[in-house]
C-alpha cells in the first residue's frame, strides 16, 4: 500500500456541480495535512490546511478523519476555473519529516 | 514579496552530461525542499535542508545527486551524469520551518535527458 492514495480521476463534472476528493495515508502518526492546487505545467499552489476541526475557505471544505485515515476537499458551485489537478501532502511529526505528496485527482469542470 | 525563483526553467542535456539546477526561497524562511515531479505523479521529496543543515536526504540518489545550500540561503541541486530515467520536474519549495508550515513552490525546471 502506498503512503498516500488518491484517485487520479479524471472526475468530469458541470458547472455548478459539487464534487469531493479522498486522500488515504497509511502513517497513523501523521500531524499535517494540505491540499495543493496544482495547473497543467505549472507548480502546486497552497489550496488550503487540513486542521482536525475541519477546515473551509469559501466554496472549499477540507475535512480530517484520523480514525479512518483520509482527508478530503469539498468543492461547491464548481466553476471552470477549478479545473485542475489537486494534490495532497501529509506529512508526519517528529523524526524524520517527508513531506509526502499523492499523485493527484484530475477535475476537469465542463460549461 | 518575491515568490521562490529557479533556473533555469528548462534544459535540455545528452545523457551523462552534468546539469546544475538553482533555486532562491522567499526570504526568511529556513526550510528548503527539492522535489523531483515525474510527468502523472506527485512531487516526491529528494532533499529538505533546514538553513545550511541537509536533512532528510534519504531519497537522494547520492550516486549521481548532490545539493548543497551555501549560507543557508540559495541552493543547488547537482545531477552527474546525467541519465534519460532523470527527465523530470524539479522543484523548489520553501516554508518558514517544517512542521506544520505551508510550503511555497518555484516554478521548476523541466529537464529533459536525451
Known amino acids: 500500500r502506498k503512503e498516500v492514495e488518491q484517485d487520479p480521476g479524471p472526475f468530469n463534472v458541470p458547472e455548478g456541480a459539487t464534487v469531493a476528493f479522498n486522500c488515504t495515508y497509511s502513517?497513523?502518526?501523521?500531524?499535517?495535512f494540505f491540499w495543493y492546487r496544482q495547473d497543467c505545467r505549472k507548480e502546486p499552489k497552497l489550496l488550503m490546511s487540513v486542521y482536525s476541526s475541519g477546515n473551509e475557505d469559501g466554496r472549499f471544505t477540507a475535512q480530517l478523519n484520523r480514525a479512518s485515515q483520509y482527508i478530503s476537499l469539498l468543492i461547491r458551485d464548481s466553476k471552470l476555473s477549478d479545473s485542475a489537478t489537486y494534490l495532497c501532502?501529509?506529512?508526519?511529526?517528529?523524526?524524520?519529516?517527508?513531506?509526502?505528496f499523492g499523485r493527484g485527482t484530475s477535475l476537469i469542470v465542463h460549461p | 514579496e518575491a515568490g521562490v525563483v529557479q533556473s533555469p526553467r528548462y534544459k535540455i542535456i545528452e545523457k551523462k552530461q552534468p546539469v546544475a539546477f538553482w533555486c532562491n526561497p522567499i526570504s526568511g524562511h529556513n526550510t528548503l525542499y527539492w522535489y523531483r515531479q515525474n510527468l502523472g505523479q506527485g512531487p516526491e521529496l529528494l532533499i529538505r535542508?533546514?538553513?545550511?543543515?541537509?536533512?532528510?536526504d534519504s531519497q537522494l540518489p547520492k550516486d549521481r545527486f548532490s545539493a548543497e545550500r551555501l549560507k543557508g540561503v540559495d541552493s543547488t541541486l547537482k545531477i552527474q551524469p546525467a541519465e534519460l530515467g532523470d527527465s523530470a520536474v524539479y522543484l523548489c519549495?520553501?516554508?518558514?520551518?517544517?512542521?506544520?508550515?505551508?510550503?511555497?513552490f518555484g516554478p521548476g525546471t523541466r529537464l529533459t535527458v536525451t
Open positions: 502513517n497513523s502518526a501523521s500531524q499535517s
Open positions: 519549495a520553501s516554508s518558514l520551518a517544517r512542521g506544520t508550515y505551508e510550503q511555497y
Open positions: 535542508y533546514e538553513n545550511e543543515e541537509a536533512v532528510d
Open positions: 501532502v501529509v506529512s508526519p511529526s517528529g523524526g524524520s519529516y517527508i513531506p509526502t
